[in-house]
């Protein structure tokens, strides 16, 4: 597909367990970014890819959180420990090089019991 | 410190009636860029407009068009002729510094268009 796609696109987990969340982005785009959105709220920012390094991992809330982009295309953002406060739509989004414009991706519902 | 600011939380507007919806934002840098996203209720997010803090010209795309007062930190957004379609939460967005720098999203303003 042309756009960016995220699987799954529903998670359910139990408190304490390990999630992955995956972002394919759009071809040839080198930016990737994350985002979690709370109910009611704005996107907040995680992580931020150039590449296959993370050029801004900022907005990861603890130790807890981790993102990989091994290749510079597919990334994964890993989740250990889950707590029901992690409970969120974590959204990604990818842009060319010198973006004015980010594309996302339909996001991935996390519910943790 | 809150980087965008969104004041309106909830906004009504009749149909084919124009509306703004208020940004602004807070930064040092003299080089960044500025966003709006439309998210419906079905959640995807939608680009909609840019502004580059060097564009001396306001931004437009169709029905949108950017009103930014650089002095004053505002890049308000203004719906011409608005639409039932348009009804979804609005968010403004801040790119600090050079291309590819995070992005940092307000808090969001829901618009309903009335009939």
């Known amino acids: 597909g042309a756009g960016v796609s995220q699987t799954p696109s529903n998670k359910v987990t139990e408190k304490g367990k390990y999630v992955e969340l995956r972002c394919d982005p759009i071809?040839?785009?080198?930016?990737l970014y994350w985002y979690r959105q709370s109910l009611g709220q704005g996107p907040e920012f995680l992580i931020y890819?150039?590449?296959?390094?993370?050029?801004?991992d900022s907005g990861l809330p603890n130790d807890r959180f981790f993102a990989v982009r091994p290749e510079g295309s597919v990334s994964t953002l890993k989740i250990q420990r889950t707590e029901r406060g992690d409970s969120a739509v974590y959204l990604c989004?990818?842009?060319?090089?010198?973006?004015?414009?980010?594309?996302f991706g339909p996001g991935t519902r996390l519910t943790v019991l | 410190a809150q980087k965008i600011t969104q004041t309106q939380p909830g906004m009504f507007v009749q149909e084919k009636e124009a509306v703004t919806l208020d940004c602004t934002y807070d930064?040092?840098?003299?080089?960044?860029?500025l966003f709006w996203y439309k998210q419906p209720s079905s959640g995807e997010m939608i680009f909609l407009i840019y502004?580059?803090?060097?564009?001396?010209q306001n931004a437009t795309e169709g029905r949108y068009s950017l009103n930014f007062q650089k002095a004053r930190k505002s890049a308000n957004l203004v719906i011409s002729a608005s639409q039932l379609g348009d009804s979804a939460m609005y968010f403004c967005?801040?790119?600090?510094?050079?291309?590819?720098?995070?992005?940092?999203f307000g808090p969001g303003t829901s618009l309903s268009v009335i009939p």
């Open positions: 502004q580059g803090s060097y564009d001396e």
């Open positions: 930064t040092s840098d003299q080089s960044y860029g």
């Open positions: 989004a990818s842009s060319p090089f010198a973006p004015n414009e980010q594309f």
């Open positions: 890819f150039q590449g296959t390094g993370a050029a801004d």
């Open positions: 967005a801040m790119r600090e510094g050079t291309a590819g720098d995070k992005v940092i």
């Open positions: 071809s040839g785009h080198t930016a």
